[in-house]
T-cell receptor, first 114, second 111 residues
Framework: DAMVIQNPRYQVTQFGKPVTLSCSQT?????MYWYQQKSSQAPKLLFH???????NEADTPDNFQSRRPNTSFCFLDIRSPGLGDAAMYLC?????????????FGSGTRLTVV | EDQVTQSPEALRLQEGESSSLNCSYT??????LFWYRQDPGKGPEFLFT???AGEEKEKERLKATLTKKESFLHITAPKPEDSATYLC????????????FGQGTRLTINP
């Protein structure tokens, strides 16, 4: 089945130690998104790629970076994780920027910072 | 700024007890309104897209409706497996057309 896969499901990292989360998709969607979701809160868009074009949200901290080496893969890099960065990180894809078919989400990576 | 507010934050029902979840939104021009289901520790699962006031969509025990200011997700005769958080999101016409989510309604169905 075509899907969005996030690895790892759970990630524990030390305060200040760089961490990378990965996302892959078999849907051949040209848009990929990264959302941050804290407990009982709305998912918050960090950035998205339209093909190779990177689009950062204005309030996304500089501590968060992303890479998309090809259509199938996208990475979220957190350069110096703080305790406030503990959250569920969701990767999503859509066909075209409008995404009127809805986004397809992965199962998420739960990040713990110790 | 586009905004989505969902109510109630949490809802507990008995099996078979029908109810509705509310999603109020403000958006410059609505391209689409989306409903998602999210189980604990998982990513959101797409349910419906609504495009214009008066539109309705159904899937099993769920029916979504849309007006110019809000959407309702009606749950008829729910079962315990309907327990989840239900997220509403809007997409504005023009601009980046990104999805803006509400905080969700956590629904619990007791057997």
């Amino acid at each position: 089945d075509a899907m969005v896969i996030q690895n790892p499901r759970y990630q524990v990292t030390q305060f200040g130690k760089p961490v990378t989360l990965s996302c892959s998709q078999t849907l051949n969607h040209n848009v990929m998104y990264w959302y941050q979701q804290k407990s009982s809160q709305a998912p918050k868009l960090l950035f998205h790629y339209y093909d190779k074009d990177f689009n950062n949200e204005a309030d996304t901290p500089d501590n968060f970076q992303s890479r998309r080496p090809n259509t199938s893969f996208c990475f979220l890099d957190i350069r110096s994780p703080g305790l406030g960065d503990a959250a569920m990180y969701l990767c999503a894809t859509s066909r075209g920027i409008g995404g009127v078919d809805g986004y397809t989400f992965g199962s998420g990576t739960r990040l713990t910072v110790v | 700024e586009d905004q989505v507010t969902q109510s109630p934050e949490a809802l507990r029902l008995q099996e078979g007890e029908s109810s509705s979840l509310n999603c109020s939104y403000t958006v410059s021009g609505l391209r689409g309104l989306f409903w998602y289901r999210q189980d604990p520790g998982k990513g959101p699962e797409f349910l419906f897209t609504l495009y214009s006031a008066g539109e309705e969509k159904e899937k099993e025990r769920l029916k979504a409706t849309l007006t110019k200011k809000e959407s309702f997700l009606h749950i008829t005769a729910p079962k315990p497996e309907d327990s989840a958080t239900y997220l509403c999101a809007v997409q504005a016409d023009g601009g980046a057309q990104k999805l803006v989510f509400g905080q969700g309604t956590r629904l619990t169905i007791n057997p």
